[in-house]
């Protein structure tokens, strides 16, 4: 088991902020988002800009910040003025690395040519627009409020605008959606030529109005091995248009993989702020508030209080506490992640990316063999197919382990197996 300190070398940190704010909520989303309180959209600004600082004070000046992105909710629906302070408030608290990689994520009937070019003036680099069809009839049906043409529109503009890095989310796998309807969805993206795409088979959250029409049978349930299908044609259809496929969702052309996101996936560090906001930092998984009046009500209270005069440590090297971490921010969940916790995270994580997990970077960050932990889940699931050992370059040992075509279908079935019952 970890012990409640931490200490952490001053490095590389990747930072989401969450923007909960939504003019209207999709039937399929249960994220933390909200319809109808865009007039918190100024105290909310206030409160992120203040945990921003407290952050900055609390981890100390080295530390640097390589990916910033903004998520939600709509983040688009913010005045490009908010985002200006954000992304200045970010640079200022922490040391924002040149080259760093700045994400938003948008809707495609917010985008204007004016908001583009404000977003790009204002440090925004990468782009990514929630299309999820190219079908007007499944766009009704997720309740979402562009058409397939704004959509297109909207990728248009953001090139003029001078956006290099777009991405386009899409979803397959729909009620009532046929594989030659996701066939149109995915030549119409490519038609685009985007240089990113996150592919995502839609899931059906608990409570949330799609599932709730589905419960009832208002709507058909997706058919799985059809979804199965889709996803296999996605694979061959970018292979095709040149895409590497480097995560079992994501598609990129070489050198505009999401910086980001492989942070999350080689379960490296990250602070999250905002209503909900999840961070993995100092051995510890937490998260913020999740109501956004409340999250600003105890920002405002940690910064007007004792933490305001918290300093991070001169010499770079800090130690995480509990303590610590509830006098920095508005913290609704908090766990301890052990040794045996963070093994299993790092190899789940990893399968889901193209390359897999290195036996040498599993040795050596957490001073033990993989194959003593894990060799024989390994050599069932080897076994049954669903993951492959390549070998390093030039020997004949085993370099790495990744899953097989096959197993990035079944890739929960993988998962499962690095979890022991303690865990």
């Avoid at 917010?110 to 204002?122: F, I, N, P, Q």
């Avoid at 599993?362 to 390994?378: C, I, K, N, P, T």
Wanted: proline letters at 4%; charged letters at 20%; one cysteine or more.
């Amino acid at each position: 088991m970890s012990t409640s300190v931490h200490a952490v070398h001053q490095g590389y940190l990747s930072l989401y902020l969450h923007i909960p704010f939504c003019r209207t909520k999709c039937n399929y989303c249960d994220f933390n988002t909200y319809a109808g309180i865009e007039s918190l959209i100024p105290a909310y600004v206030d409160a992120l800009v203040r945990g921003m600082e407290m952050w900055g004070r609390a981890v100390g000046p080295k530390s640097r910040v390589d990916t910033v992105f903004l998520g939600g909710g709509t983040p688009s629906l913010l005045p490009v003025e908010d985002t200006d302070r954000i992304l200045q408030t970010c640079a200022t608290a922490f040391e924002l690395s040149p080259g760093a990689e700045v994400t938003l994520e948008s809707n495609p009937g917010d985008l204007t040519h004016r908001l583009l070019e404000g977003l790009l003036a204002v440090g925004v680099n990468r782009l990514s627009i929630g299309v999820q069809s190219f079908n007007n009839a499944h766009l009704v049906a997720l309740t979402r409020r562009h058409s397939a043409a704004e959509a297109a529109q909207a990728f248009r503009m953001a090139r003029d605008a001078g956006f290099d890095s777009i991405n386009l989310d899409l979803m397959y796998g729909l009620p009532r959606q046929s594989l030659s309807d996701w066939v149109e969805t995915l030549d119409e993206a490519l038609g685009l030529s985007p240089r990113h795409l996150s592919l995502y088979a839609l899931t059906l959250e608990e409570g949330t109005p799609l599932w709730k029409d589905v419960d009832t049978g208002a709507v058909p349930e997706s058919d799985s091995d059809l979804a199965a299908d889709m996803y296999l044609h996605a694979e061959e259809a970018l292979g095709r248009a040149g895409f590497v496929h480097y995560e079992i969702s994501n598609w990129a052309k070489p050198g505009y993989e999401c910086r980001h996101n492989l942070t999350y996936w080689r379960n490296g560090s990250y602070l999250g702020l905002g209503a909900g906001a999840h961070s993995y930092y100092g051995g510890y998984r937490f998260s913020d508030e999740r109501n956004p009046r409340r999250y600003i009500e105890r920002v405002t209270g940690l910064y007007e209080g004792r933490n305001n005069g918290q300093r991070g440590p001169a010499d770079g090297r800090m130690v995480v506490t509990a303590e610590m971490l509830r006098r920095t921010a508005p913290i609704d969940h908090l766990e301890a992640i052990d040794e045996g916790l963070e093994m299993a995270e790092t190899m789940m994580m990893g399968l889901r990316l193209m390359e897999g997990v290195s036996y040498e970077g599993f040795d050596g960050r957490f001073g033990r063999s993989l194959d003593s932990m894990y060799g024989a889940e390994v050599e069932e699931l080897v076994g049954l197919g669903l993951l492959e050992r390549c070998p390093s370059t030039g020997s004949g040992r085993a370099g790495l382990i990744r899953l097989t075509p096959r197993g990035r279908l079944l890739g929960n079935e993988v998962f499962g197996r690095f979890l022991s019952d303690e865990v």
